[in-house]
């Protein structure tokens, strides 16, 4: 059974940063990041392709957020800059199984993998 761990949340200040990592049991191609608000539904955050060449962002964090991997260590990662109250939220890794190397899913149901979250307050 493949595993996902996420890391890196935790209080930011408004205006501050986050890099969050996943760290995964094993190869995976298309990865992404979701988030969870309180009462609201999951949304998608950004996302990656396995050879990382393809990236999409989500409205509300393009031109604020970074997403990597380390295929070699088999390793995603998140870095949020100018964080706002808005960001707060439990932030969810995921990953698919499928063998396809240059693209990526906004769709949740595209993935086979999730993590157990971690989470992000951006607060004063």
């Known amino acids: 059974q493949v595993q996902l761990v996420e890391s890196g949340g935790g209080l930011v200040l408004p205006g501050g940063s986050l890099k969050l990592s996943c760290a995964a049991s094993?190869?995976?191609?298309?990865m992404g990041w979701f988030r969870q608000a309180p009462g609201k539904d999951r949304k998608f955050v950004a996302g990656?392709?396995?050879?990382?060449?393809?990236?999409d962002y989500s409205d509300f964090v393009k031109d604020r957020a970074a997403i990597t991997r380390n295929n070699a260590q088999d390793t995603l990662y998140l870095q949020m800059d100018n964080l706002k109250p808005g960001d707060t939220a439990i932030y969810y890794c995921?990953?698919?199984?499928?063998?396809?190397?240059?693209?990526?899913?906004?769709?949740?149901?595209?993935?086979?993998?999730w993590g157990q979250g971690t989470q992000v307050t951006v607060s004063s």
């Open positions: 094993g190869p995976m191609y298309a």
């Open positions: 995921a990953a698919d199984s499928d063998e396809y190397y240059t693209i990526t899913f906004r769709d949740p149901n595209e993935y086979d993998y």
């Open positions: 990656i392709s396995r050879n990382g060449g393809h990236t």
